[in-house]
């Protein structure tokens, strides 16, 4: 794999080492080498990480002690790729496997359109290769409230916000826009960097010739007596709802916003409580008054 200072992919690891590799094994296969691989590694295990390394030699790691979430994780990765001059940096999610293709498209997309700030692939469901499972979002300003595109007769090329999940995005456009938002940890922040960059004058797109394949959101999931998806998912889900709605204000509807948190609020408590799902209830609770009290907004 050849390394220059085309495009840094950014890839964070939390506790998950295989699931990488086989990111990483597919990457191998991409069309186009003009890349470098940057894999921030989340609460690092350093027997797991060096192997990994002694596999994937060329990756550029950086472990951290603690877990910095997405967005203090992949600062790190966007930080390294600024100061070493990379022209655009792709944030990739670790449980996604790619399209050998996927890479040409994408940058074929920002030659032909010139006030494109960041693009995306259409992301297939790794177990269902036929359904999407994220085609970029869109964005209801009068209750505030974000949606994926699933269905392909709804793909536009522009569209109001780009997933976390795979955005390729332009360096310079980072240096007017800033990082990633901190306070967020995870979940929203891809909307808010989305909703900056627009502000800023670009527009987002989705490139429908460009495929990657996503297993789902394992980081997320924690079986116990209360499901699958961890109370502290529910936590931030809420929170950092809020936390996108205070920050934009000016761009979403005062009313119409709040009627649509005190519905989602009063959805999740009723059925947390029909499930006797303490644990979950208290966390949608805490993001409500966590969301509130943050005075950064």
Known sequence: MIQNNKIAIIIVNWKQYELTKSCLS?????KSNDFQIIL???????????????????VKTFPNKKNLGFTGANNIGINYAINNHFEYVMLLNNDTEIDENFIIPLLETFQEYNKL?????????????KKVWNAGGSLNKLFGYTSVIKKPKYMNR???WITGCCILIKTEVIKKVGLLDESFFAYYEDVDWSIRIKKAGYDLAVVKSSLIYHHGS???KNESSEGTLSPFVHYLNI????FLLRKNKDI???IGSILYQFFKIFSYSLYFIIRFRTNKLNMVYKGLIDGLRNNNF
Do not use: C, W
């Open 26 to 30: 597919t990457l191998k296969s991409s």
């Open 239 to 242: 929170r950092n709802h809020i």
């Open 252 to 254: 979403f509807n005062f």
């Open 40 to 58: 921030i590694d989340n609460e690092s295990n350093q027997k797991e990480l060096n192997d990994l390394k002694n596999q994937f030699d060329q």
């Open 218 to 220: 394992k980081a997320s």
């Open 158 to 160: 522009k569209i109001d």
């Open 117 to 129: 700030g960041a693009v995306q692939p259409v992301i297939m469901d790794f177990y269902q290769n």
